[in-house]
Structures are given as structure tokens and as C-alpha cells.
């Protein structure tokens, strides 16, 4: 409890709504919350022998809320999207990442994830993007968002949290979504994993993402965590 209180920096705000900003990583099912990259691990928690590590989803709208608490409208992502391209360039970007620094985070939903993370037994975990234009049909969104890896305790948590969140306001991953146009507008779900001690570690296509044929798979790894595959 005392690591809790002297490392966050949190804001309250009103309920927004009966459902809970965080869920077990099994529960997190919905693309429309938790992005495709969580719905399709929770996914496999019903598939029997695929072992999954455990974790937990934070909503995308928790960072709605702290987006939406803290920046003008004018600077919310979708505006930027669809907006002229001098507005996605770095030296306002960069103003726009140090405001949400600043920010403490909504109340309700850090507390839940605290708890999350307590739950697991406050493991090293990976804190990992999971936005809802990403890994999907139409975008996969590869190497546009963040990963933090290593991360332990409640205040490198926050911090990785953070980075997350602010690498949506990175030029290259504003352009990115700008050329695809969504419609809906972009946001960020967080997927938070007990990080496993690999030897080796890398990605699985069950497409084969350079032949572009389906039903043959490809492999791609390396030693250790994997970190210069992903």
C-alpha cells in the first residue's frame, strides 16, 4: 500500500460506466475493448494444451478518458488523423506527449489495474499495446506501438503504461493511421503478461507473411526474448 501511494500520480473522475476498466486476460474477448492482439490471446485460453501467460487487459477506454481529461479536442487522435500533416509533426507532437506526462492518470481504472497487478503477485511482466488498429485484417500496425519489457513493481508499471499511451502521439504511428483513414477513432487497450525466462523467443505466422499464402506458416526467431524479431 505504500508503494501504491507514493508512485502514482492519479485523477478522479465520475463512474463512466458499470463495467470494469480492467479484466482478467482469459476474459478480454471483446476487439471493441481490448484491441484484436488481447481478444486473440484470450481467445486461446480455451484451446486446450496452448498455454497462454497470464495478464490482464486495460480498456481502451481508460485511455480514452485520460486523453480526453487532460487535451483539447483538437488534439485527440482522431482530429490529428484526419487533420493537416503539419499537426503530426514531432515538434508538436512532443508538446502533446510531455502534457500527458504531466497528467495523473483516472482513478478508478489505475486502482483496478494495481490491483490486477497485485493479483498476478506483482510479477516482471511485459506491458504491451494492444490498440484497435492494430493486428488486424487491414493494418497490423507492426513496429508502430510500444512494448516494455522487464517491467516490475507499481511505479515502472505506471511508467510503462505511460510510454504506451504516448507512443499513439508519435509522428510515425500518426502518419501511419492517417493513410488508412479509420473510421472509427483511434485508441489504445494495454496488455499487461508475466514476462517467461526464454531462451529463445520469436513470432509464428500462421499465414506466411512473404509467400502471402494461406495455410502455410512461417517462423521467425532468435535467442533470448526475441526483442530484435518483434
Same mark, same amino acid.
Given at each position: 500500500?505504500?508503494?501504491?501511494?507514493?508512485?502514482?500520480?492519479?485523477?478522479?473522475?465520475?463512474?463512466?460506466?458499470?463495467?470494469?476498466? *480492467?479484466?482478467?486476460?482469459?476474459?478480454?474477448?471483446?476487439?471493441?475493448?481490448?484491441?484484436?492482439?488481447?481478444? =486473440?490471446? =484470450?481467445?486461446? %485460453?480455451? $484451446?486446450?494444451?496452448?498455454?497462454?501467460?497470464?495478464?490482464?487487459?486495460?480498456?481502451?477506454?481508460?485511455?480514452?478518458?485520460?486523453? &480526453?481529461? *487532460? @487535451?483539447?479536442?483538437?488534439? %485527440?487522435? !482522431?482530429?490529428?488523423?484526419?487533420?493537416?500533416?503539419?499537426?503530426?509533426? !514531432?515538434?508538436?507532437?512532443?508538446?502533446?506527449? +510531455?502534457?500527458? /506526462?504531466?497528467?495523473?492518470?483516472? +482513478? #478508478?481504472? %489505475?486502482?483496478?489495474?494495481?490491483?490486477?497487478?497485485?493479483?498476478?503477485?506483482?510479477?516482471?511482466?511485459?506491458?504491451?499495446?494492444?490498440?484497435?488498429?492494430? /493486428?488486424? #485484417?487491414?493494418?497490423?500496425?507492426?513496429?508502430?506501438?510500444?512494448?516494455?519489457?522487464? *517491467?516490475?513493481?507499481?511505479? +515502472?508499471? &505506471?511508467? =510503462? $503504461?505511460?510510454? $504506451?499511451? &504516448?507512443? @499513439?502521439? /508519435?509522428?510515425?504511428? @500518426?502518419?501511419?493511421?492517417?493513410?488508412?483513414?479509420?473510421? /472509427?477513432?483511434?485508441?489504445?487497450?494495454?496488455? $499487461?503478461?508475466?514476462?517467461? +525466462?526464454?531462451?529463445?523467443?520469436?513470432?509464428?505466422?500462421?499465414?506466411d507473411p512473404v509467400r502471402r499464402q494461406s495455410g502455410s506458416m512461417r517462423? !521467425?526467431?532468435?535467442?533470448? #526474448?526475441?526483442?530484435?524479431? *518483434?
Open positions: 500500500r505504500r508503494a501504491r501511494a507514493t508512485s502514482l500520480r492519479i485523477r478522479h473522475t465520475p463512474d463512466r460506466h458499470a463495467m470494469p476498466d *480492467v479484466l482478467p486476460l482469459s476474459a478480454a474477448r471483446d476487439p471493441a475493448r481490448f484491441g484484436a492482439k488481447t481478444a =486473440a490471446l =484470450a481467445a486461446l %485460453w480455451a $484451446v486446450p494444451g496452448v498455454r497462454v501467460p497470464p495478464g490482464f487487459a486495460i480498456d481502451q477506454s481508460f485511455f480514452r478518458a485520460f486523453i &480526453e481529461g *487532460v @487535451l483539447p479536442a483538437s488534439q %485527440w487522435p !482522431e482530429r490529428l488523423v484526419h487533420g493537416p500533416e503539419r499537426e503530426r509533426r !514531432e515538434d508538436r507532437l512532443s508538446k502533446i506527449r +510531455a502534457a500527458l /506526462d504531466r497528467a495523473p492518470l483516472p +482513478a #478508478r481504472g %489505475w486502482s483496478e489495474a494495481l490491483d490486477a497487478y497485485a493479483a498476478l503477485g506483482a510479477p516482471v511482466v511485459a506491458v504491451r499495446s494492444s490498440a484497435l488498429h492494430e /493486428d488486424t #485484417r487491414h493494418a497490423s500496425g507492426a513496429g508502430m506501438f510500444s512494448t516494455a519489457l522487464g *517491467v516490475r513493481g507499481p511505479a +515502472a508499471l &505506471e511508467r =510503462a $503504461v505511460r510510454a $504506451v499511451f &504516448e507512443r @499513439l502521439y /508519435d509522428e510515425r504511428a @500518426l502518419t501511419y493511421l492517417a493513410r488508412r483513414a479509420p473510421k /472509427d477513432p483511434p485508441s489504445l487497450a494495454i496488455l $499487461v503478461q508475466r514476462r517467461g +525466462a526464454a531462451t529463445a523467443a520469436g513470432v509464428r505466422f500462421t499465414d517462423v !521467425e526467431a532468435t535467442l533470448g #526474448r526475441g526483442v530484435s524479431v *518483434v
